[in-house]
Antibody, heavy 118, light 109 residues
Framework: EVQLVESGGGLVQPGGSLRLSCAAS????????MSWVRQAPGKGLEWVAN????????FYVDSVTGRFSISRDNARNSLFLQMNSLRVEDTATYYC???????????WGQGILVTVSS | SYELTQPPSVSVSPGQTAKITCSGD??????ACWYQQKPGQAPMLVIF???ERPSGIPERFSGSSSGTTVTLIISGVQAEDEADYYC????????????FGTGTKVTVL
């Protein structure tokens, strides 16, 4: 059974940093692109970033470019999202998501809440 | 930035057909997916490559594509289909960025 379990969320002040982790099981992480998707309270889904299987390519939504960094450790079946210079508008539930061929987001974690507030 | 546009809400009676549209200029060149999200839950894939249904998704869920618009069709709507639905595709241009539609709340009357 495929499982994606996020951790590392919580409350942080504006300008602070947080590192999200995602533990993957039930499949071979190295075979897939991986994404982070977020959802602000009461709002829609927003794709945040993704990373190629070997981490040689990474893409970001404009609003986080230069502040967030996606990475992965295939040997440890883990995906990460380093979030710096956090803003109030980054407050959201963050989902770890597996990408299948063609950008199909076929497996989702349960999500982790990040709250940016003073 | 590239956008996918959906109607904010669709209302349908049980047993009737719900159609949710998603419009975007790059859709003629990019496949689209659809996701269902119920309150307090993570999204779930219900349609991929415009018309394909993952295993385990009921046959009443189907998709179609025409030009710059893709459509999610729920035939014989059931109360359990009440949820938010999002389309998703690739960003326009030579990139692996992804983009979501604005979302549609389906209400079963």
């Amino acid at each position: 059974e495929v499982q994606l379990v996020e951790s590392g969320g919580g409350l942080v002040q504006p300008g602070g940093s947080l590192r999200l982790s995602c533990a993957a099981s039930g499949f071979t992480l190295s075979g897939y692109w991986m994404s982070w998707v977020r959802q602000a309270p009461g709002k829609g889904l927003e794709w945040v970033a993704n990373v190629k299987q070997d981490a040689t390519e990474k893409f970001y939504v404009d609003s986080v470019t230069g502040r967030f960094s996606i990475s992965r450790d295939n040997a440890r079946n883990s995906l990460f999202l380093q979030m710096n210079s956090l803003r109030v508008e980054d407050t959201a539930t963050y989902y770890c998501v597996r990408e299948n061929i063609g950008g199909i987001l076929d497996q989702w974690g349960q999500g982790i809440l990040v709250t940016v507030s003073s | 930035s590239y956008e996918l546009t959906q109607p904010p809400s669709v209302s349908v009676s049980p047993g009737q057909t719900a159609k949710i549209t998603c419009s975007g200029d790059a859709l003629p060149k990019q496949h689209a997916c659809w996701y269902q999200q119920k309150p307090g839950q993570a999204p779930m894939l219900v349609i991929f490559k415009d018309t394909e249904r993952p295993s385990g998704i009921p046959e009443r869920f189907s998709g179609s594509s025409s030009g710059t618009t893709v459509t999610l069709i729920i035939s014989g709507v059931q109360a359990e289909d009440e949820a938010d639905y999002y389309c998703q595709s690739g960003d326009s241009g030579p990139t692996y960025r992804r983009v979501f539609g604005t979302g549609t709340k389906v209400t079963v009357l």
